[in-house]
């Protein structure tokens, strides 16, 4: 037997153990009650056929037991249009044909399977890298989370574990700490092209650009380049459900959590909620997983061809160009989401939002818009009609899955929200005070303002100059808020818009410099039913470390007596 035939026996092999899976005891009327099933299903059967197809002429001609032809045939079930007769087919196939096919396959394959080719097929994600007693260079360790627990899962796996950073020993120092013990290689302060060439695998930390010159070399030298989240979708048993957005994706995916775990077993991850590798040998077919997957993360995640068998895609405006070079490159990472769906796919799209409803164009999954034709408010504790669309949004995704409203509702009617997102962290003598540094573009902060009554807001605003267009922010603010307190490097700038427009503005404005004066300041400022809003539609790189630290500087601001 030829290794190409092995593998791809062993490829069909897998996919019909998975149908076996898939289907269990399920009844025929379940199954048609169940349109991700049935996706899932769907693709584990084209898998079987190009699989076979690929099979040489010589093996198919010495093994006529196999019926190659009706199994090549098959996958072609996909191009057909939903009716009773295919979905009887599906049903039959997944259920009969799959169990006599594994045995035989069994039978033909006594030995282990070999090693997965080198060269990408369409089999990756079937057939993920083998990892025991591979070399693999994780590339940025990251000081909060980052690969640290990919490198434990890695060891885990039997892997000899490289970890490489240009940050020094002393940045990386409290990560270093948690894998403490484990057989790990450092190499820090620097990249060294070695590590990324003579190794078997790199897993690269989603915030490092593909056309990195280490990743290059790396692909230059033959070397795969993978992350986290690719790791776990190669692997992931269950479906998958991604959600992503320029704003509004942490919320709405733990909303949507909270939805779908009414009537699945679910587990939330990615870019929220922290790796789900760990957890993979206890995640079961049946299960439900969400994913939170930022625009780089889709950008790595390209190069599968995959897209999860749900997206949702709360809005797309402009943000993290500087990595991704343009807006239009930023567009394109997001639409990964659901460039490689399927018919039997869906794509769930905000169609207030020009930038979401566009991701319709060229896609072969059925689209969804929502909020969904005579949509019901959400009962929410959750402030802002920002967040009541972000409902509808994980709303439309659950239904699509079987949720009912009344358990969407019954899921959500006491959700807090997540730290840094208009979350309340004090109130003193009839004040508020929210915190919503994750609002980190314009728009965001409009959204933050437009959550609270007109001339009760004094917002801080301001921060690293990302060169987002600015007019919008200040137009709103001079519109609705009681005062506008400056900070960070574009404040002044802010400050100066507000202060020279043309337009009559009765806010009050204050260049503070730094966060703790703009608190002091606002405090001095507030009455009784005023809120202190932290929402400064810039980022924060010129005075903090990221988002969360200035979050919680406020937080720490605004307790003080």
């Known amino acids: 037997m030829q290794p190409k035939d092995a593998g791809y026996l062993h490829d069909m092999l897998e996919a019909a153990k998975a149908l076996q899976a898939f289907t269990g005891n399920v009844t025929y009327e379940e199954f048609l009650a169940d349109p991700m099933r049935q996706a899932a299903i769907e693709r584990k059967i084209e898998i079987i056929g190009e699989a076979a197809r690929r099979v040489s002429k010589e093996f198919r001609d010495a093994n006529t037991q196999i019926p190659w032809r009706p199994i090549i045939a098959q996958r072609h079930i996909v191009a057909h249009e939903y009716d009773r007769l295919v979905h009887q087919r599906i049903f039959k196939v997944a259920t009969i044909h799959a169990a006599s096919l594994a ?214 405006a402009a943000d993290h160009l500087a990595w991704h070079g343009s807006l239009e490159a930023y567009q394109d990472a997001k639409k990964n989401i659901v460039r490689f769906q399927k018919s039997a796919d869906v794509a769930v799209l905000n169609s207030r939002d020009a930038g979401a409803s566009s991701f319709a164009q060229g896609i072969a999954s059925r689209v969804v818009p929502y909020p969904l034709v005579d949509a019901k408010p959400f009962d929410l504790t959750l402030p802002g009609s920002h967040n009541q669309l972000n409902a509808q949004g994980a709303f439309a995704t659950a239904n699509v899955l079987g949720v009912t409203w009344d358990e969407a509702q019954k899921a959500v009617r006491d959700f807090p929200g997540l730290p840094h997102r208009l979350q309340l962290v004090h109130e003193s003598n009839g004040v508020r005070f929210y915190n919503d540094s994750i609002a980190t573009i314009p728009e965001a902060a409009i959204a933050a303002l437009d959550s609270f009554p007109s001339k009760r807001v004094l917002q801080i605003v301001g921060g690293y100059d990302s060169a987002a267009p600015l007019g919008p922010l200040c137009q709103a603010l001079a519109d609705r808020a009681k005062g506008v307190l400056c900070i960070g490097a574009i404040g002044p700038q802010i400050a100066q818009l507000l202060t020279t427009s043309s337009t009559p503005s009765n806010a009050t404005v204050h260049d503070c410099g730094d966060l703790a004066t703009a608190v002091t300041r606002a405090k001095s400022l507030a009455n009784p039913g005023d809120i202190i809003l932290l929402s400064t539609g810039c980022k924060s790189y010129d005075q903090f470390v990221n988002f969360e630290q200035r979050g919680d500087a406020f937080t720490s601001f605004a307790r003080e007596e």
Not at 131 to 145: E, N, P, Q, V
């Open 103 to 316: 045995a035989e396959l069994h039978r033909l394959l006594p030995a282990p399977p070999p090693d997965p080719l080198p060269e990408p097929t369409l089999f990756d994600l079937e057939n993920p890298i083998i990892l025991l007693d591979k070399r693999i260079t994780i590339a940025g360790l990251g000081r909060f989370g980052g690969n640290i627990t990919a490198a434990r899962w890695l060891v885990g796996q039997g892997a000899k574990v490289v970890v490489t950073d240009q940050a020094t020993e002393k940045d990386l120092a409290g990560s270093i700490a948690q894998l403490e013990g484990l057989p790990v290689e450092y190499h820090l302060g620097a990249f060294n092209e070695a590590d990324f060439t003579q190794t078997d695998l790199v897993v690269a930390s989603p915030a490092i650009p593909l056309n990195n010159p280490f990743l290059v070399a790396a692909k230059n030298a033959g070397v795969p380049v993978s992350t986290e989240i690719r790791l776990f979708v190669e692997r992931c048993p269950a479906r998958i459900v991604g959600v992503t957005g320029t704003k509004g994706k942490s919320t709405t995916t733990a909303l949507l959590g909270r939805m779908l775990a009414e009537k699945y077993k679910t587990w939330v991850g990615g870019n929220i909620g922290g790796s789900l590798l760990p957890n993979l040998h206890e995640i079961k077919p049946s299960d439900i997983v969400v994913l939170e997957l930022s625009s780089y993360m889709l950008e790595h995640l390209k190069a599968m061809q995959w897209s999860p068998h749900v997206a949702l895609v709360t809005m797309v």
